[in-house]
């Protein structure tokens, strides 16, 4: 097993560009979260789903969207970048609403400029 | 909104010093996960703690769960290089939703 996979690794955008993160799993979780690390910080939560076709939002949501087309795959958009975004993106997914571990993938490391 | 107080930010200690990372928390938790970063990596699971006062051990490290389940420690006897990282909490608020509350972390450095 993969695990929890993202794509792309590394990604330099410039200001009002859009970008699609893709995070893919095969564990059959049904819960999957984005989440966002600046330097010196925790997690953030930006959205999450607790099941194909569900998304709901985080604590900073703005300026993301999401889409759960699949149960193996969750989809970031950022539709119109700003260097505020420039952070390290990191998925996860679990098979419970609580009590169970939640599993990273390896992160995406984004560059607004 | 809900918060997980996590300290200390850094802890520098020599290579088999003792580390100690505290989490607390206003709010009843439901239970509490702990996770390792290691420097330019992802989060991975230690443990999770869910009964109050509840202890568990791994090795060096042990994990305390308040008896109030409002507050959880980390502590690492005789601290190694691999256990270099950041080392952060996270907590289901009893009766939220299906979000995890993070700390901030603290980062564990080995002083040369």
Known sequence: ?113 | GQQVMQIPQYQHVQEGEDFTTYCNSSTTLSNIQWYKQRPGGHPVFLIQLVKSGEVKKQKRLTFQFGEAKKNSSLHITATQTTDVGTYFCAANIMDSNYQLIWGAGTKLIIKP
């Open chain 1, 1 to 113: 097993n993969a695990g929890v996979t993202q794509t792309p690794k590394f990604r330099v955008l410039k200001t009002g560009q859009s970008m699609t993160l893709l995070c893919a799993q095969d564990m059959n979780h049904e819960y999957m979260y984005w989440y966002r690390q600046d330097p010196g910080m925790g997690l953030r939560l930006i959205h999450y789903s607790v099941g194909e076709g569900t998304t709901a939002k985080g604590e900073v949501p703005d300026g993301y969207n999401v889409s759960r087309l699949k149960k193996q795959n969750f989809l970031l958009g950022l539709e119109s970048a700003a260097p505020s975004q420039t952070s390290v993106y990191f998925c996860a997914s679990s098979n419970s609403r609580d009590f169970h571990e939640q599993y990273f993938g390896p992160g995406t490391r984004l560059t607004v400029t």
